[in-house]
């Protein structure tokens, strides 16, 4: 295989505009649109989560509880997206996001993107992807679904500071300082 081709980069499902998400989200930690923008980030995955009976049974399928559960979501995600310029759009067959034509067009480094790139991997099925990570807490997209940290250090730093890893490495200390003078 020629050199060039095995050193290509990857591209995965939904990185692009998860990218742009936990850009958006690493670089303003506070203020209000931040606030909305995480509060949208939580409610999303709750609500396809809720969703999914009602489109898989078909509306007479749901049973009152779901129902109700749908309906509480959808008030807290309408009281969210309200202040933007985005809209929900349900049928009985699928659940469409619509955009507004100047939504899309705002700066790229916008609350406005961001949240449109949310809607647009909660579209995917990839919205559960953003996520922080256990060591440093900075936001990431993971690319697997069994990542939890953002880069192989975190990653590490994470593991030796476990009971475990200390358990292992004092053990082997020990074995060591036995064999060498």
Known sequence: ?????????????????????????????????????LRVLDLLPKYRRAVAP????????????????????????????GRWPVYLCLDADS????????????????????????????EQGLIHRVRRCLKCKKWFYARFRHQQFCSTRCQQSHYRSSEEWKAYRREWMRQYRRLTP
Do not use: H, Q
């Open 95 to 122: 659940i469409e996001w619509a955009k507004m034509p100047k939504f899309t067009y705002a700066r790229a480094d916008s609350a406005g993107v961001a949240l449109l790139n949310m809607i647009r991997l909660f």
């Open 1 to 37: 295989m020629p050199k060039s081709l095995s050193r290509m980069s990857r591209n995965y499902a939904g990185e692009f505009e998860g990218y742009r998400v936990v850009t958006w989200l690493n670089r303003n930690k506070g203020g209000a649109k931040a606030k909305c923008v």
């Open 54 to 81: 009602w489109i898989a049974k078909g509306i007479s399928g749901v049973t009152g509880p779901e129902m109700a559960l749908l309906e509480k979501l959808g008030r807290a995600l309408w009281a969210e997206l």
